[in-house]
């Protein structure tokens, strides 16, 4: 979505990635995604990983020394990009979806006021869990969504809905518990991650009116979404920033939330947020969904979390690391680069 996005306002976009990814100007860096090689579960901290990983990408960032890009957004989890961006001098975003673990928290810190770099966090609420000497370089950018995809369905019915992946630390069993409490219809959504606590907790509670209805497609979620009364948001972690809140805003769709991480920077006024792990303050949630306005989740997801958001407040970031670079007194490698160009088209 970002690479499209991009390319709808002017720019030409390469995606390093796996082979077998979608996108009409891939580059890949590997024949396959690590997961479908050595998978994480089996060969984490093992040196046959970590080589298939340093490989691929170090084939990527030969790639982008070789060719004439005016700047690199890094959405991984591998540290290594952000020191040879600040070796290399290429001005690099690097976006932090993700809690910042060790290996990543501290290449932050060694590298955070590389003027050619920068750092963003997907929510205010992730902004805090860094420590206060990094927030000045550390760029809020809220993720964004297809706003065209979703969007309000034609009719409303008189369900919930519950959707994402199916594992403790999402809280599926809570939303189960709040709908059997409101005497509310429930169909959740998702890949079962969890077999066992499948089986203990969500299981046994199933019936005519709380159903599983397996993992489906972005566009069939979209249309039950769009239909729904109401979506549940259930987060046991701290949730980096709520893509499931967000889309259902774009749906006309209020949220009842458990308060944790980003999900009330998200519903804002368009729901109703609870304390985390109280199934009863859910329900009585799902009770007042119906005081809403559906028409204001619109707007809100329109004006903070379309992809359209999203790409104003990249394109501001890159812009600054590319300035830097582009002066004259840089380096040769620095000269080569088009930037004057981008800048032009940034203006």
């Known amino acids: 979505m970002l690479c499209d996005g991009l390319r709808a306002v002017g720019h030409d976009v390469t995606l390093f990635a796996a082979g077998g990814s979608d996108d009409m100007d891939l580059f890949p860096i590997c024949d396959a995604p690590y997961e479908a090689v050595l998978p994480w579960t089996t060969w984490r901290g093992t040196s046959e990983l970590t080589e298939y990983q340093t490989e691929a990408f170090a084939t990527g960032w030969y790639a982008v020394r070789s060719g004439d890009f005016d700047v690199v957004h890094n959405n991984t989890l591998f540290p290594d990009i952000i020191d040879w961006a600040a070796r290399d001098k290429i001005p690099c975003v690097t976006s932090h979806h993700v809690p910042p673990f060790e290996t990543i928290r501290t290449v932050t810190q060694r590298y955070i006021a590389v003027p050619w770099l920068r750092f963003t966090v997907p929510?205010?609420?992730?902004?805090?869990?860094?420590?206060?000497?990094?927030?000045?370089?550390?760029?809020?950018?809220?993720?964004?969504?297809?706003?065209?995809?979703?969007?309000?369905?034609?009719?409303?019915?008189?369900?919930?809905?519950?959707?994402?992946?199916?594992?403790?630390?999402?809280?599926?069993?809570?939303a189960v518990h709040a709908a059997r409490l409101a005497g509310a219809s429930l169909r959740i959504f998702g890949p079962v991650e969890d077999a066992d606590y499948f089986t203990s907790q969500?299981?046994?509670?199933?019936?005519?009116?709380?159903?599983?209805?397996?993992?489906?497609?972005?566009?069939?979620?979209?249309?039950e979404v769009g239909s729904a009364l109401g979506v549940l948001a259930t987060p046991m972690w701290d949730e980096p920033f709520g893509l499931v809140a967000a889309e259902a805003l774009a749906c006309g769709t209020p949220v009842c939330a458990f308060d944790n991480g980003a999900l009330r920077e998200v519903v804002g006024s368009c729901g109703l947020v609870v304390p985390k792990g109280d199934a009863q303050a859910l329900a009585i949630a799902m009770s007042n969904v119906w005081r809403i306005n559906r028409d204001d989740c619109r707007s809100r997801a329109e004006r903070l979390f379309s992809s359209e958001a999203m790409i104003e407040g990249y394109q501001r970031l890159y812009e600054e690391a590319i300035l830097v670079v582009s002066q004259p007194d840089q380096p040769a490698i620095a000269s080569a680069s088009n930037a004057a160009r981008t800048r032009a088209l940034l203006a």
């Open 123 to 174: 929510s205010a609420a992730q902004h805090a869990s860094w420590q206060a000497s990094l927030h000045d370089r550390l760029h809020v950018v809220h993720n964004g969504i297809n706003t065209a995809s979703w969007k309000p369905g034609r009719q409303r019915s008189g369900y919930f809905v519950w959707s994402g992946r199916i594992t403790p630390n999402k809280g599926t069993h809570f």
């Open 202 to 223: 969500i299981e046994p509670y199933l019936s005519d009116d709380v159903t599983y209805c397996g993992h489906r497609s972005a566009q069939e979620l979209a249309t």
